[in-house]
C-alpha cells in the first residue's frame, strides 16, 4: 500500500470509529463493552491458516485484523494489505475471518483482532508457523568397506522447527547415536553421528537414518545406506556319503564365502594334482567321484582366495570294502554280546566273593574269642575254637 492510499484508508477508518461512537450514544455498556474472542493458531510452513475473530453481541460496529507489523489485514470486508495469500472468508457483525495461504516462517507471531467500539477492545492470537526438516542426508560411508574398518556414519537435517530428532536402524533394530543441535535463524540445524566396527557381518546391512518432527505427522522422512564390506574368504567342505564305500558315487562340495566372491575354487590331492579327471570331475565349487576305489584314498584340499587373503579345508577319503564293513559288523555285534556276558559273570563273582569274605572274617573272629583264654597265642586260640567241641568229648572219655 503507498503513502497515499495508507492516508486515504486511515481516515476512513477514523470516520468509521466516529460514526460508531455517535450511533452508540445511549447504548447499553452491555453491548458496547463486548470483548472479541480469537484462538491460538498453529500451522505447517507452506499450509494455509484460518484467523477467526468473533463477538457474542455488537451494534454493527466493525472487526478488524492486523498482523504483527501492526499492518491492518481486513477492516471488516475491506482488504487494507495487498498479499495475495491473505483472503477474507468471511465477514459479519460477529465474525471476521481471514485466510493466510503459503505460509512462511515470517509471519509467525502475534495476530490482533480489534472491536472498535470506544474504547477500543481487541484480543491477541499468536500463530506458530513450524518449519519442515529436510529429508535428511547420511555421510561417511565407504563404499566398499573393509573388515576391520572404523568409521563414522553422520545424517543432517536443515530447516526444522523446533528442532527435529534424528533416530538410527540398523535394518529394523533401533541403535543409539550422538545428536548435535544448533541453531540457524529461527530454524534448527540436526546432526546424528553413528561410529561402527565394521566386520563381515556387516555386509548388506541396511542403516537407516529417520527424522521425527511434529510438522511430519505421521509420514518421517528418512534415509538409507546399504553397508558393503570385503573380507577374506571362510572354507569348509561338505561330504555327501558318511561312509564311502568302493562303487559309490560322492560329492564333495567346497563352501567358501568372502567378499567379493572367491570364485573359482582350487581343488588337490595329497598336495598335488588330482590324478584321474575321467572319475574326478570338477564343476564350480564340487568335487564329484562318479566310482569310489581305493586309489582315491587321500587328502583332498579346497582353497578359495580373494584380493584380502587365502583360505581352505581339507577332507580325508577312505573308501571301505563293502564285504568288509558287513563281516566287521557282524564281529562287532558279537564281540560286544561276549563282553556284556564277561561283565555280568564278573560282577556276579565280586558280589559272591564279598559276602564270602565278610562272613568268613565274622566266624574268624568268634573263634578266636572262644579259644583266647586256654591259648597262649591267637593262632592257638583259633585252633581251640575249631577243635573245641571233638576234644571235649575226647578229654571226657580218656578221663572215663
Known sequence: MNQKSHLIFTLYTIYGILLKVVASKGKPRGISGQYPLVQNMTVTEGGTVNMTCRVEYNDNTSLQWSNPAQQTLFFGDKKALRDNRIELMHASWS????????????????????LFTMPVRTAKAYLTVLGVPEKPEIDGLTKPALEGDQITLTCMTQG????????????????????????????????????????????????????????????????????????????????????????????LECMSKGNPSPDPVMWTKDGGELPDLDRMIVEGRELTFTSLNKTDNGTYRCEASNHLGTSSAEYVLYVYDPNAIGQHGTDHALIGGVVAVVVFVTLCLIIVLGRYLARHKGTYLTNEAKGADDAPDADTAIINAEGNHAHAEEKKEYFI
Not at 493466510?100 to 480489534?114: A, F, K, P, Q
Not at 547415536?177 to 530454524?187: F, I, L, P, R
Open 160 to 251: 526444522s522447527k523446533p528442532a527435529a530428532d534424528l533416530r538410527w536402524f540398523r535394518n529394523e533394530k533401533e541403535v543409539k547415536g550422538a545428536k548435535e543441535v544448533n541453531a540457524s535463524g529461527k530454524t534448527f540445524t540436526v546432526r546424528s553421528s553413528l561410529q561402527l566396527h565394521v566386520d563381515r557381518n556387516d555386509d548388506g546391512v541396511a542403516y537407516t537414518c529417520k527424522v521425527d518432527h511434529v510438522a511430519l505427522a505421521q509420514m518421517p522422512q528418512q534415509a538409507t545406506e546399504v553397508l558393503e564390506v570385503h573380507y577374506a574368504p571362510h572354507v569348509k567342505i561338505i561330504n555327501s556319503l558318511v561312509v564311502p564305500q568302493e562303487g559309490q558315487y560322492l560329492k
Open 95 to 114: 465474525e471476521l475471518t481471514i485466510s493466510i495461504s503459503d505460509v512462511t516462517l515470517t509471519d509467525e507471531g502475534m495476530y490482533t483482532c480489534s
